[in-house]
Nanobody, 114 residues
């Protein structure tokens, strides 16, 4: 049974930082491309960041230079370091694992107050 469990979401003031974590089980973690997506109220889910099995990264335009994705294959964990947070970063953040098919976590809520 595949499980992706996110944590780290919180209420934070604009300009602050948060680190999200996603622990995966039931998959061969090192083979999977891992990603973070987010969905704000009334909006479509959008890409935040991806990290390949080899460590290559891709970021959404709105978070480039502020967010950093990383992975620890020994811990089956992917992280999202979020700095210089803005109110428009407010959303539910979802972890994704992709290797032939997609798996999703249930999300963790990030709220950035102005």
């Amino acid at each position: 049974q595949v499980q992706l469990v996110e944590s780290g979401g919180d209420l934070v003031q604009a300009g602050g930082s948060l680190r999200l974590s996603c622990v995966a089980s039931g998959i061969i973690f090192g083979r999977n491309m891992m990603g973070w997506y987010r969905q704000a109220p009334g909006k479509q889910r959008e890409l935040v960041a991806l990290i390949t099995s080899g460590g290559g990264t891709t970021y959404g335009n709105s978070v480039k230079g502020r967010f950093t994705i990383s992975r620890d294959n020994a811990k089956n964990t992917v992280y999202l370091q979020m700095d210089s947070l803005k109110p428009e970063d407010t959303a539910v953040y979802f972890c994704n694992a992709r290797y032939a098919i997609d798996y999703w976590g249930k999300g963790t809520r990030v709220t950035v107050s102005s």
